[in-house]
Structures are given as C-alpha cells and as structure tokens.
C-alpha cells in the first residue's frame, strides 16, 4: 500500500485527478469505478478541467459507480446518478450510455446487483477504482461488521453513516436506510485502486489502514489484501 500525503484537500484532488487522467491517456477505454460523496468531488472538478482543454477525453471512458441508495429514484437530486450527472457527466465528454449507477427503483434489488457484477465482469472489470471513506471505515455502504459481503447487495445503514449523510438531505429522517453497494470482492477486484482521505475526522480510519490488522469492524482495512492501492490523503487525516 503506497501513501501520499498532501498539503491541503486541493493538492489531494490535483493528485487524484492527475492518476485517473495518466490511467485514461494510457488506455482511451479505460474502466473506472468511480465514489460519490463531498471528498472525490474536487478530484471531479480537475478532470472536468483538464478535459475542456483537451488533455484528456472521455469519449470511450465506461463508468461503474459504487453504490445508491435504495429506493431512491435517479432523478431525486440526492441521488448518486443525480450526483454524479451533476458533478461530473454533464461537464464532460462521456457517453452517457457507458455510466453504470445502480438503480434505486430496482423492482428485484437483487437481481440488480447480480447484474451489476455482470456487467462489471463482462467489461473486463474496474481499470481504476476511486474509493473515499466512512469515519467508521467504511468503503461504498461497506459497513463494520463480524462478516462482510463479497458481492454487490443490498444493505442496511448504521445509524451512523444514516447521520453523516442526513447533511445533505432536509432531515435525518429523508435519509434511506438501505442502499445497493459493490462488496469488498467486488471493489478488490480493481486492477488498481486509490482511495481519498480528508479531514481530522477520518484520522481513526486512516490510523488503521496505516497499521498492520485487516478487521471487519473497519472495512477499508480489507484494502491490505490488494496488490496495487495508492491511499492520497491529505497532513489534516495523516498527522497523529
């Protein structure tokens, strides 16, 4: 596991969005799997940048997004199809066809996720895998547990992360208590992953990935287990 500490959430972004641009210019058809939530959000905003430029394009680009809420329909603007549309599709040269956000209104969630797997599968799985994390180590709606999912399923949500995302939402109460997300097999089946980290209060989280134990009750300690994950956090969550 390689570390990159930053100054300050801006350098973080730049650093991100400068891996993800390397990884398209390398391959134009690149696979992403791709995170919602405020922290990748300014990773979004430098690709959009470099993209009406012209130094990168994503014209053969195929998206997967990790998670959604369930049941949430896509156009309700605190949805993550919402989100991304907002804060990335629209802005950029993509194929709307090649964006993959798990469906909220799924009649068989179920089956949603088997497809997504799929599908996920069928195109070649995730080249790059842009991940954040919960305070409660969490990675998409991977909560702590005594066991975790491999697959992509549907989940309930801890009160706690039901609260942290209750800020976007006009009360706790609006907030779904179930999701559709990829599971930890899912996700380590990336080629390569990085996850962003931000903010004294993702310390805890960031100390256990920084120590030596992969333990259930912290879910992106699971990210031991691959071959090629870069952690890009900024001096806020690094410093003890």
């Known amino acids: 596991m390689k570390f990159i500490v930053c100054d300050d959430y801006n ?15 390398e391959k134009s058809n690149t696979v992403l799997g791709l995170a919602t939530g405020s922290t990748p959000v300014g990773m979004y905003k430098e690709l959009i940048e470099m993209n009406k430029k012209g130094e990168i394009s994503f014209k053969d680009v195929v ?27 629209n802005h950029i040269d993509i194929d709307m066809d090649n964006t993959h956000v798990l469906n909220g209104l799924a009649d068989d969630p179920e089956k949603e996720c088997e497809s997504f797997d799929k599908a996920i599968e069928e195109a070649g799985f995730v080249d790059l895998q842009v991940l954040g994390i919960g305070r409660n180590g969490h990675i998409a709606f991977n909560e702590p547990d005594s066991i975790l999912y491999a697959g992509t399923h549907v989940t309930g949500l801890t009160q706690n992360t039901i609260e942290a995302n209750s800020r976007f939402f006009d009360s706790v109460d609006q907030v779904p208590t179930k999701a559709l997300t990829m599971g930890i097999g899912s996700i380590l089946k990336a080629e390569k992953i990085i996850i962003l980290i931000s903010g004294k209060d993702k310390k805890e989280a960031l100390k256990k990935l920084k120590g030596e134990f992969i333990d259930p009750q912290c879910p992106a300690t699971m990210l031991m287990a691959h071959r090629n994950v870069t952690v890009i956090c900024d001096k806020e969550a690094w410093n003890d």
Do not use: C, G, H, V
């Open 11 to 25: 350098e973080m972004s730049k650093e991100a969005a400068a891996i993800a641009a390397a990884q398209i210019k």
């Open 63 to 89: 998206t997967y997004n990790l998670d959604e809420y369930y049941p949430i329909s896509p156009e309700n603007n605190q949805s993550y199809r919402y989100f991304m549309n907002e804060n990335l599709f």
